[in-house]
């Protein structure tokens, strides 16, 4: 059974504001915009393993209880608490030692299936955002996110060739009165047992609210050349959100984390109604010290409490390109569409202990990871027909969805926003 860290990219949903992607234009100096966003995220229980295949987060990370065992019998596994605790039972019960005859090859011949956890966590992100025009040719930016998060959990067990024999055993052993020998129903239950005397928080279904990482903006106008404009952004995104819990399975430490980016955008004017742009960023994340459990290796993929250590924690370089179109089907009304590739480089982990941080930094989702995404947004925008002395009211709607990729979470966002400016 493979228990990991949830990878979930709440951390850089695109909420409104936080990039200019597809436009270069500023607010007026001395005016004020104010935006209220949200993003309806999901799609987090299908994930892009590292070879490019689209499955379900359990069946990515299923592991054979035995295999697990077998190939890591000193390491520290639940498959190996697992396993060595059914045989141990076994071994312990006259009923057990005639089942297992008392052969070390029965022990490695006992197949007791695979066991994971399906994962589907949705977020709503509420960002309320304040612009304000220090000139005509440069915006500041405050965006504040409020997220609920919401996770799902369904423990999926399915049998090996072993569970009907074991199980015709159990229920033998009951009638005479031994009912320390499990059956396959029981097996969850000794999973989440040893969880807990690990110290983990119970991963059952929760759901959370919290203030998420602030983030600065600049925004300029870089100005004209022909049909050409150019605009470029920097963020500075401040580590307000929660820290990284050590205890908590699903928390993958995609919050309080600063990083700074810069974003430039290009807009070619083809025609009165028809534009295209063109948009690349990259991100440098900050170094940070907090507290992981460290792997003693590969194999131990649940480490226990014992092995909690203050690390330093430095996230991996992170892009994006960004290009397509858009079309203005009426005086106010606007569609785009758009492909984006979203990189990261692995994370990177070192300490004072001369722990095997290496094993950590080779687990989902510490890895390099890419995403592939479309984009569809409608938006209202009564600008071009701007009256000075007039309140204008814009609104957005706009669908994002990864649909390629490798080491990435299937992402799907849901986005609106309605913002005005005086």
């Not at 697990?68 to 045989?87: D, E, I, K, P, Y």
Request: proline share 4%; net charge neutral.
């Amino acid at each position: 059974m493979r228990i990991f860290a949830l990878a979930f990219a709440v951390a850089s949903l695109s909420s409104f504001g936080a990039h200019a992607a597809d436009e270069t234009r500023t607010l007026p100096k001395g005016r004020f915009g104010i935006i209220l966003g949200n993003v309806y995220a999901t799609g987090t229980d299908y994930e892009f393993g590292k070879d490019g295949s689209k499955k379900t987060v359990g069946e990515t990370h299923a592991t054979s209880i035995k295999d697990q065992a077998l190939a890591g019998a000193s390491r520290n596994s639940l498959g190996t608490a697992v396993f060595n605790g059914v045989v141990g039972i076994l071994q312990a019960t006259p009923t057990g030692q005639q089942f297992l005859a008392g052969a070390q090859n029965a022990v490695n011949q006992l197949d007791l299936g695979t066991m994971s956890m399906n994962v589907a966590s949705t977020a709503n992100v509420t960002s309320p955002t304040i612009m304000y025009g220090v000139t005509d040719k440069w915006s500041v930016i405050v965006n504040v996110p409020y997220v609920r998060l919401k996770t799902e959990v369904d423990w999926a067990y399915v049998p090996g060739k072993s569970n009907d024999a074991l199980d015709s055993l159990s229920a033998l052993a009951n009638v005479i009165g031994i009912t320390s020998i499990p059956n396959r129903n029981q097996f969850v239950g000794l999973a989440q047992q040893e969880l807990a005397t690990r110290g983990y928080k119970p991963p059952v279904s929760r759901e959370k609210k919290f203030l998420g990482d602030i983030r600065l903006m600049n925004l300029v106008d870089l100005g004209r050349a022909g049909r050409l404009s150019f605009g470029t952004m920097n963020t500075l995104q401040l580590p307000t959100g929660p820290k990284h819990d050590p205890d908590d399975l699903f928390d993958a430490g995609s919050f309080h984390n600063a990083f700074i980016e810069q974003e430039f955008t290009a807009v070619y004017k083809h025609s009165r109604r028809f534009q295209s742009y063109y948009s690349g960023a990259f991100r440098y994340n900050l170094a940070q010290e907090t507290d992981f459990r460290i792997p003693l290796d590969d194999q131990d993929l649940s480490p226990d409490k014992s092995q909690t250590e203050t690390v330093k924690r430095q996230i991996g370089m992170g892009t994006t390109l960004e290009a397509g179109a858009k079309y203005r089907l009426f005086s106010r009304l606007q569609i785009l569409g758009g492909l984006i590739r979203r990189t990261k480089a692995a994370d990177s982990f070192s300490g004072n202990k001369g722990s095997n941080y290496d094993a950590l930094e080779r687990m989902y989702p510490y890895v390099a990871g890419e995403a592939y995404v479309y984009k569809l947004q409608l938006k209202y925008d009564p600008l071009s027909n701007y009256q000075p002395g007039s309140v204008p009211l814009m609104a957005d709607i706009s669908y994002e969805e990864t649909f390629s990729g490798t080491n990435t979470p299937a992402l799907k966002q849901l986005m609106f926003s309605i913002a005005t400016f005086f």
